[in-house]
């Protein structure tokens, strides 16, 4: 039985995350930027492709190929080999599946201290507190949009790579995928 073919407005443009972090598997990348700033980069005349992607012959979304290092204030995070291996990802596995494994991946480098932060402090003047130790204050309450962009990332030209990353506007679900 097939599901929904209408292609729905759903990506970038209407979510409500503070970051975005890609996890470009055969890059062996995680890209992490601010959505707004993408959201901005998107909004100004630009040259980006707009691509139908297609599962079998349905169109099942629409999104920008975007070079990442066009991407306002984006960075480039390594991940440790041994991650990989331990994760295995399958280019075959459920959407679902993907996107467990890319978000396991983010809460390690969060829970390691490897996600970067784009935070400002505020410096403390008074002269009291900072004698008991605090020179600059930080509050941080983000919300993190993670996507697995199994071939994005990397170099035009890597292997399994498109040195691209997928920015999705639209979809629709005719397989009842999860």
Request: positive net charge; glycine residues 8%; charged residues 25%.
């Amino acid at each position: 039985m097939r599901g929904n073919t209408k292609l729905i407005d759903y990506g970038i443009q209407n979510d409500k995350s503070d970051y975005r972090a890609h996890v470009c598997v055969n890059a062996r990348y995680v890209y992490v930027y601010k959505t707004q700033l993408a959201l901005a980069m998107l909004a100004a005349p630009n040259h980006f492709m707009k691509r139908d992607v297609f599962t079998g012959n349905i169109k099942t979304a629409i999104g920008y190929t975007v070079p990442w290092p066009l991407i306002p204030e984006i960075r480039q995070i390594e991940i440790p080999i041994t991650w990989w291996d331990k994760i295995k990802f399958d280019e075959k596995e459920t959407t679902t599946i993907k996107g467990n494994k890319a978000v396991t991946i983010v809460k390690g480098m969060l829970k390691r201290g490897l996600f970067p932060f784009f935070a400002e402090g505020k410096e403390i003047d008074d002269i009291d507190i900072q004698i008991e130790g605090f020179d600059l204050s930080v509050f941080l309450q983000i919300n993190i949009q993670v996507k697995c962009d199994y071939r994005g990332g990397g170099k035009a030209g890597m292997p399994g790579t498109t040195g691209n990353l997928f920015l999705q506007i639209a979809e629709c679900n005719p397989y009842k995928q999860t």
